[in-house]
């Protein structure tokens, strides 16, 4: 009896981190009294002494998801989005204010097909599953829109200058898909599309890029699994040619009067 409760057990935890949900926060897209402006909220939040939520979402995706509302009026008045997507034990969340501190947007590495695999960064999901009747397909910016489950997603390529490349031996240097940006490098306008969840490949960690002027530039840092052997390639490498500078015997007496500075201080 025992091995089979241990079976049954082990059973319901594959299942669990097998499945694949669509939940979390609920935002509501809608249009202003005069129609021209596109706003959203959260229906679950309630106000706190009238106030509105001081939290922030990118215009465009407002936008866009508005004129996907209009588009599919015939099949819904209120699209089902949401702000966590679970598959595989895997959770990938994209959410405005999460937890109250700021927007939190996972990436996901993303089969487009005949585009290759590529990093996205996930803004929300939307929910078609119950909404498009079976067999049926509505258009909408280019796509072929079915009954399943996409994520909004800005896409990123793959930086192929090799200077960028060979900077460093843990992250890939990529750069965001956008329509514009203003004169410091920051998008204005955002190149958005709807993927199939299905089209998920893994998670990735990816960072901005600090230091550029295009805001638009990131990393993403290789997986984990590669670290090992990216650090035997190194180890094998011939070092001969690195250079390596030498201090001075100036900066070296700065160094020996700092200590000798310190040391003194604490003995006062």
Same mark, same amino acid.
């Given at each position: ?17 097998? +499945? #694949? ?5 609920? $935002? ?12 959203? *909220? ?17 215009? !465009? ?15 819904? @008045?209120?699209?089902? =989005? ?8 895997? $959770?990938? %969340? ?27 960064? =996930?803004? !929300? ?6 909404? $498009? ?10 796509? !072929?829109? /079915?009954? +399943? $489950?996409?994520?909004?997603? /800005? ?8 200077? *960028? =490349? ?16 203003? /004169? ?11 993927? @199939?969840? *299905? ?6 960690? &990816?960072?901005?890029? &600090? ?12 997986? %984990?699994?590669?670290?090992?052997? *990216? ?27 700092? #200590? ?9």
């Amino acid at each position: 009896m025992e091995s089979d409760g241990a079976a049954q057990v082990d059973g319901n935890r594959h299942t669990k981190e097998s +499945a #694949v949900v669509t939940g979390g926060t609920r $935002i509501r897209v809608f249009r202003s009294e005069d129609g021209t402006e596109a706003d959203w *909220e959260f229906p679950s939040q309630k106000k706190t002494n009238g106030e509105e939520s001081e939290a922030y979402w990118d215009v !465009c995706c407002q936008k866009y998801l508005n004129d996907l509302q209009d588009a599919l009026h015939k099949y819904t @008045d209120q699209l089902e =989005i949401r702000c966590e997507h679970r598959r595989h034990g895997q $959770i990938f %969340r994209a959410h405005p204010d999460f937890r109250k501190k700021g927007h939190w947007n996972d990436w996901v590495v993303l089969d487009w097909g005949a585009h290759g695999k590529l990093p996205c960064e =996930i803004w !929300c999901f939307v929910d078609l599953s119950e909404v $498009i009747p079976d067999g049926t397909t509505v258009p909408f910016r280019g796509l !072929c829109l /079915e009954n +399943a $489950i996409y994520a909004l997603v /800005e896409s990123a390529d793959y930086v192929q200058d090799e200077a *960028e =490349i060979a900077k460093s031996d843990f992250f890939m240097p990529i750069k965001k898909e956008v329509h514009s940006k203003d /004169e410091d490098g920051n998008p204005t306008v955002r190149s958005l599309y709807l993927a @199939d969840v *299905e089209a998920f490949v893994e998670p990735v960690v &990816v960072v901005p890029n &600090v230091g550029s002027e295009d805001k638009c530039m990131y990393f993403q840092v290789k997986r %984990r699994k590669t670290w090992a052997n *990216e650090f035997i390639k190194w180890v094998e490498l011939p070092h001969n040619l690195d250079e390596i500078e030498d201090s001075t015997d100036e900066e070296e007496e700065e160094e020996e009067e700092v #200590v000798v500075d310190e040391v003194e201080e604490e003995e006062d």
